[in-house]
């Protein structure tokens, strides 16, 4: 019964794909005139920009790490706020028009773990507070110190059955997607706001059902928000966050369409010092190479993706194939390994299947 | 040959559609009004149920505190881990109905019931959140709230009446509150935290098992079971002198097939096959009647209900097939009972019996004997079940006992009545009119028999209602002395009307309350003033220590209304433990009708020593009655009180009284209903004996009485019968409401009432069993004059 409303709920953050998200408040396919829009000529000013943003419909800090055991065992784990307004107005109090939504999961290369949690802001229940701490319930990404807030972290949540506590400290600067940030997700043009921390080295406890296990790895942490969800026609995305050997890093989506599948890519390339470069639709390709029954539906299990300009060519695979998000909106968020002409690691999430 | 017996068993049918008539009649309504009470007492039911779900009280742990619970303790326990949700709960007055307000966080809610119409579609969410607000309604409860400036409604089917489930932020709009009633606790909570009683001040409460409304209301519910069985039996009479009559009348047939070489088994399973398609067809008439009982009586009953025991039923019907089935099951169980005895015959009767249809049904003394018995060792029992028994159901068998009972005594009954008015018979007509009545009485006792249950029914209810209403009235006067009753929101507010008040009113009676447990039991405490010479002088108590209000006063003693004094089998001085460390002695009893709650009463300042920050926010003012709405005006005007915070005494009453009255409206409907039925039964009866009654008539219409007159002896002997099986319904009516009133009402409510007489409905009732089977003999009577005199003649020439 819950789960259905607060589907209903999800359906209003970006997570959804159209199909989802037409017909929620009339904020479907095209935001609210009255909510604020992304606008390529905007430069970021940290770090106002690591907090809330209100004005604008959608935003969400993401983060995810690729973990591994004192006996080398992967482990996986995910951290995100969601924040949705249902108006840019009214946010104070009960009647606040914005509702935060948190996902947390554990994923270990035999189990995977999630939770999560709705809260309405305004009433301290939620929400981004001073200096940093990104907040529902009891879950919190916290700042520990540093230049920036987000150069140390503390990282916690707790579900039904685990739970963990972690310490990230970045170890290179922040990224700006797309053109300085402004990120484009269609060829019509609709955009979001995108920077991310990709340098997180990580080390902490985690606590499963078989007991407390300590786990160093590296993370990398998305902030986006805007007020256009996905272009009328797409039903939903790809998205690779990878870490190679080399000390690069990428990130690279596709956004697909029922007709065409994937019919618009973004990439970009991250040089072990920071240096970034994005690549436009079409320079980045993704190619389902495997797919298997998770959850019920056909999933892609293994990816070729292509950037020549890069001369990379790799697959990759999970560490749990069943890293399914069985949430009230659900998708597939797991960590994946990387082989090929580049070998690595990262974090894979599939919407809209 | 089968289908040659067929044909020839049918054609009885096509010759007597009447009799046919009759019999599917008798059939439907003895299905229909016991189906009809089947149908009503499910659907409350599961509205019990449903009501009990709601928001998962059945099953969710709750986080309260006395003054309620506020924003930072929730956000606090959320905080830390824990999965809580906030609810706000409270009524709200909209003119007349009062709605109980629900609110509820949606994102918080652990899963649930009721809030299904939120699924699935994020516009209703969105309104649901919005600032306008959403309230979610069941459909009768939408169309109440019709034309109030309420929130938006959306129907939500699976809500009970009477309740709105809504945001908490429309909650503590509609309900002027800050605070929350209480926290609803997840029944799992995140691994690896610590207990939530140690995190928090609140207090953890768990609901207790099994829904109260469904034992509150068991007693009402046996009520109308008992009613529908009674109109069961009732209708089953009709039925059986139906098959009675048929076989009778077939035996030449029967005898006929038999000697062309039917099986004696083929013809019994013949006769027990159409005895079936009977009842499935007259049982399939009287569920589609029965569901429309139930459709009309419903809103009725779930007033009761709502009045009585503040229980939500639904005023909407549903269909439930098993409901059908069992119903179908029941009409041919009874049709075999009924029609088994006639079957029993057939089977037994000799191939070559002579065709002549005995006078049927004739009893002899020897039956009448065993009937007299029969009905002395039912009465002996219904007395010792009254006098041994104290339970709800002894009270009940008791009643059947009685009603049986006395329906076996009736025949006997009558005949010795008509034995001792012959002397009274003038003239060789009035002697054979008596003594032909005499001889009747077995042929007729069924529909007797059903008459005298109807009537005693009704003489039975309709005392206990018309006792149970003055009696009330004089309660409500006495209860409600005061003419203004007033509830402040705050404490401001409160000293405000205080201050108002003091200028006209003659007393200003504070009272506040506080739940408690007592005795086990959830129980008020009412702190009142106890010094006030309304009470002193006005309130009549069941039973009080002689300086009770001195006691109440000082804090010496407590007040305890009759629910609890019956219930605890308490005394005057025994003492009662209100809470740890603080026990009172019981100094007296009072009425409080309609309240299925444990109440208890002290005076006010022994209260608010007691519980410090209890406010006082309730006052009754007394005034003269005329300056009373001048009054009511001014404190809404000058303190910004809502029309239903300032209530005047006479508006109580009225609700009060309206309430009481929905409360009886279903017995009065059935009461009429079985009267009616009981009415066909005599119909039947007499339509039966008309035929086979030929014989006797035609040598007095021989020795020169006319037809008309014959005719109208007929409807004079009925009428002589009808009247005294009046004369003694009434004495068992009384019987009725005697158990009804000193056993039922006290086993099921807590409470005795006083008996009272009411006469002038009795000759009503009298006028009604007239009217009934002077009805149901007029037909048959009509016939008669309209008798052709070569049917009389043929009678002596070919005498069958």
Known sequence: MRDRICCALAAALWLAGPAHAQGYAGLGAEAGAEFAIPRADTSFDFPADHFAHPGYRIEWWYLTANLEGSDGTPYGIQWTLFRSALAPSRTDGWETDQVWLGHAAVTTPDAHLFDERFARGGIGQAGVAEPFDAFIDDWSMRSTGGDDPLDRIALTARGDSFSYDLALTAEGPLIRHGDAGYSVKSLEGQASYYYSQPFYEVEGTLSLPRGDIQVTGSAWLDREWSSQPLSENQSGWDWFSLTFDSGAKMMAFGLRTDAEGTHFTSATWIEPDGEATAYGDGAVTLTTLETGEVADRTLPLRWRVELPARDLDITTAPINRDAWMGTSFPYWEGPVTVSGSHAGRGYLEMTGY | MTRTAIIALLSHWRRHRLQLAMLLIGLALATALWSGVQAINSEARKSYDRAAATL??????????????????????????????????????????????????????????????????????????????????????????????????????????????????????????????????????????????????????????????????????????????????????????????????????????????????????????????????????????????????????????????????????????????????????????????????????????????????????????????????????????????????????????????????????????????????????????????????????????????????NVGVGTMVGSFRTTFTGWLDHRLAAELYVTAPDEETAAQVREIAATDAREILPSASVDLTVAGQPATLIGIAADAATFREGWPLLQAEPDVWDRLAAGDGVLINEQLYRREDLELGAPLTLAEGWRLPVAGIYADYGNPQAQLMIGNAVLSDRYPDLPQLRFALRIAPDAAPALAERLRQETGLPQQAVVNQAEVKAISLRVFDQTFLVTGALNVLTLGVAGVAVLTALLTLSGLRLPQLAPLWALGIRPARLARLEVARTLILAVLTWALAVPVGLALAWVLLARVNVAAFGWRLPMLYFPAEWLWLAAAALTAAGLACVWPAWRLTRLPPDRLLRIFANER
């Open chain 2, 56 to 457: 998962g009280q059945d099953t969710l742990d709750r986080l309260s505190a006395p003054d309620g619970v506020t924003l930072s303790e929730f956000v606090e326990l959320r905080r830390a881990g824990y999965l809580v949700s906030p609810v706000i709960e409270g009524n709200s007055r909209i003119d007349a109905a009062r709605l109980r307000i629900l609110g509820v966080d949606p994102l918080t809610a652990p899963p649930q019931a009721g809030l299904a119409a939120l699924a699935g579609d994020g516009d209703v969410l969105a309104d649901f959140l919005g600032s306008e607000g959403l309230l979610l309604v069941a459909p009768e409860t939408a169309a109440e709230l019709d034309g109030t400036d309420l929130p938006p409604r959306r129907i939500a089917a699976d809500l009970s009446p009477g309740i709105a489930i809504t945001d908490i932020t429309t909650a503590q709009r509609l309900l002027d509150r800050e605070r929350l009633s209480y926290l609803s606790v997840w029944q799992q909570q995140p691994a690896g935290l610590p207990p939530l009683e140690s995190a928090t001040d609140l207090a953890r409460t768990t609901p207790e098992d099994g829904t109260d409304l469904a034992e509150l209301t068991d007693s009402f519910h046996l009520n109308l079971t008992a009613f529908g069985f009674l109109a069961f039996g009732v209708g089953l009479f009709i039925v059986q002198s139906a098959i009675g009559l048929a076989v009778e009348q077939r035996r030449q047939t029967f005898r006929t097939l038999r000697a062309l070489g039917l099986p004696l088994r083929r013809l019994v399973a013949l006769l027990a096959t159409e005895l079936a398609a009977f009842a499935l067809l007259a049982g399939t008439v009287g569920l589609g009647l029965g569901y429309a009982i139930a459709a009309a009586l419903l809103p009725g009953v779930a007033g009761t209900l709502r009045g009585l025991y503040g229980a939500p039923v639904s005023g909407m019907l549903s269909f439930d097939p098993l409901w059908a089935l069992a119903g179908l099951g029941l009409t041919l169980a009874g049709t075999a009972v009924a029609g088994g005895q006639a079957l029993w015959t057939v089977a037994r009767m000799p191939l070559l019996a002579p065709a002549q249809p005995r006078a049927w049904a004739m009893a002899s003394a020897r039956t009448l004997r065993l009937q007299g018995a029969a009905a002395l060792v039912l009465l002996t029992l219904a007395v010792i079940l009254v006098v041994a028994g104290g339970s709800l159901l002894a009270a009940f068998g008791s009643l059947a006992a009685l009603l049986i009972g006395s329906a076996l005594a009736l025949p006997p009954l009558l005949i010795g009545a008509l034995r001792l008015a012959r002397p009274l018979a003038r003239g060789p007509v009035g002697e054979w009119l008596l003594a032909d009545a005499r001889q009747q009485v077995p042929a007729l006792s069924l529909a007797l028999m059903a008459l005298l249950l109807a009537l005693s029914a």
